[in-house]
């Protein structure tokens, strides 16, 4: 049988052959002097993104230190209020750069450098990039300490290991099979049918249809083109994790059809996850299925498949043996069996509207009475019927456009336009473009230019033109602490979020660190407050559409 992406299986395993030749184990020391667990793997699903790296647990605390995985420099450091928190990118002298995220505190020399250019640019954020001789560790040397900082809901240390001239990610834990024990295989929970459009069926139906694994004690009757897909996770010794499954292989009867290898990715292919999982299945009832079928417009490489791109084709009335095996790094199997009866039946065909047709492999454009969307060619992973309304409210500031009925990802942003024709406020900084989506809003931001509101979007589905009058919210916190200097406050916003805020005590800009996870405002250093006195605070906080909240406080009193 030929298979696609043949090449890229060849050069997997010249590349695993390379690996033995360097002795991977010996490249990279483990970041911590503690026994290794994980509470995250490489690879794993993730919203609009695959997990890039491992996540080591630290025993339940903050505060362990990290060692230099491989001699090198520290290239890069950021500071955001979700994301990895504090991080450290390192470039190592192997060929290999690290990423450490999620971090409590930075080696002294380097902490000094973070803080001093967020008092000097009066921000939290930072972003700084370094020389290679400015701060060099050698491997083992300690360079941060662990935490729980940005989008983490408990202490772990995020590390990420990449090859510098490509900026691949690679699977860290192929350095450590070593040091850490996992002896249980992968699990699976259910399977997908998904028959194609105009060209299979699966009982009396094209719509796709799950099935739980435990319950598969008969035949499913099908007939024409189908494709599968398998809910699945794998676990490890110890632990009460799931983690992304390395290896899922489908055969049908005996024959390989597809194979999936989540071993590396480049940046620019991080979003096929969403091609590879169903999308829908993902954003409406948050589950993930990974599909074994390589639609036409996914670039991700690590997938293997037959000619019709993992497409089965049923036309015999005879059984069909379905077999799926996953495997994780450690070889640790398991196998999925279940059949798929031939059987005639009708199968009505594909006659899409030309006019809403848009096509994976070419530009694409919908417009209509205040509308421009702007597809290009290499966004779209496959050909969508587009299921298209306009609904026309005379009240509000602009129509309400439907691009499509069900969620559709895009590959990169693409062009928006939606016209506004009431204006009932006069400045234009208030206007927001609006994603409704299940029940919910959420902006997508853009900008007022000759009549139109300009924004990107990720995704096909309800758009329409909002206002943003309402200033974000301010709540302090606990004020009988305050006098110790434990000063926080919560800070939210209803419509377009949280852009800036800034935090002046007694006249001088005070560095407070803000968590997007809980929303929380916290003075970082109160011991630079001068004790013994009264105090005056003002808190600054605005959001996209300019709206400002201003709240000042008065204390006195820290110990």
């Known amino acids: 049988m030929k298979m696609r992406h043949t090449l890229m299986g060849v050069m997997m395993s010249l590349s695993m052959v390379l690996f033995a030749q360097e002795a991977p184990e010996r490249m990279f020391i483990p970041p911590f002097d503690f026994p290794l667990t994980l509470s995250g793997n490489f690879g794993e699903l993730r919203s609009n993104h695959f997990h890039g790296g491992l996540d080591f647990k630290t025993q339940g605390v903050v505060g362990k230190p990290v060692r230099n995985i491989a001699d090198g420099y520290v290239s890069r450091v950021t500071v955001t209020p979700g994301g990895y928190g504090q991080a450290v990118y390192m470039v190592h002298d192997n060929g290999y750069s690290s990423v450490h995220g999620h971090l409590l505190r930075f080696d002294p020399a380097i902490a000094r450098v973070v803080e001093d250019y967020q008092y000097e640019n009066e921000t939290f954020e930072v972003d700084l990039t370094f020389e290679p001789d400015r701060f060099r560790f050698a491997q083992g040397e300690v360079f941060a300490w662990s935490g729980n900082e940005g989008y983490s809901f408990g202490p772990h240390l995020h590390m990420e290991i990449r090859k510098t001239d490509t900026g691949e990610y690679i699977d860290p834990l192929q350095f450590y099979l070593d040091k850490i024990k996992d002896t249980t295989p ?178 694409n454009m919908v417009w209509d009475l205040g509308l421009e969307l702007t597809i290009p060619q290499g966004r779209l992973y496959d050909d969508v019927e587009l299921n298209y309304r306009l609904l026309v409210d005379s009240t509000a500031v602009s129509y309400q456009y439907q691009l499509h009925d069900r969620p559709v990802p895009l590959h990169e942003p693409c062009s928006l336009k939606i016209g506004v024709h009431k204006f009932p406020v006069t400045d234009m900084s208030k206007y927001y473009v609006v994603q409704l989506k299940n029940g919910k809003k959420a902006s997508r931001g853009g900008r007022f230019e000759n009549g139109y509101m300009h924004a990107t979007v990720s995704e096909l589905g309800t758009f329409a033109v909002a206002i943003d009058t309402i200033a974000p919210r301010v709540v302090p916190l606990n004020r009988n602490a305050w006098k110790n200097g434990n000063i926080q406050f919560k800070i939210t916003d209803a419509e377009t979020g949280i852009k800036s805020y800034k935090v002046y005590i007694d006249g001088a800009f005070a560095l407070f660190t803000f968590s997007s996870k809980n929303a929380r405002l916290k003075l970082k250093h109160p011991n630079r407050l001068k004790k013994g006195i009264p105090h005056e605070l003002t808190v600054e906080v605005t959001d996209y559409c300019g709206n400002q909240a201003r709240e000042s406080y008065t204390f006195k009193d820290v110990i």
């Open 186 to 363: 992968p699990r699976a929970t259910h399977i997908m049918l998904y028959p194609q459009r105009g060209k299979g069926v699966l009982n009396g139906s094209q719509e796709k249809q799950s099935f739980p694994l435990a319950a598969m004690n008969k035949p499913l009757e099908a007939w024409g083109a189908i494709a599968a897909g398998i809910k699945a996770y794998d676990y490890m010794d110890g632990t009460h994790n799931n983690y992304g499954v390395r290896s899922v292989v489908l055969y049908v009867d005996s024959t390989e059809v597809f194979r999936s290898t989540v071993d590396g990715f480049l940046p620019d292919e991080n979003r096929a996850i969403n091609a590879w999982t169903d999308y829908e299945e993902y954003v409406t009832r948050t589950s993930w299925f990974m599909r074994s079928q390589v639609l036409p417009g996914n670039p991700w490489r690590m997938l293997e498949a037959n000619e019709d791109g993992g497409v089965v084709t049923i036309d015999e009335e005879r059984d069909y043996h379905f077999r799926y095996v996953l495997t994780d790094l450690y070889g640790n199997s398991k196998d999925y069996t279940f059949v798929v009866r031939g059987k005639q039946q009708p199968i009505a065909p594909w006659k899409p509207e030309g006019k809403n047709l848009l096509h994976w492999n070419e530009d």
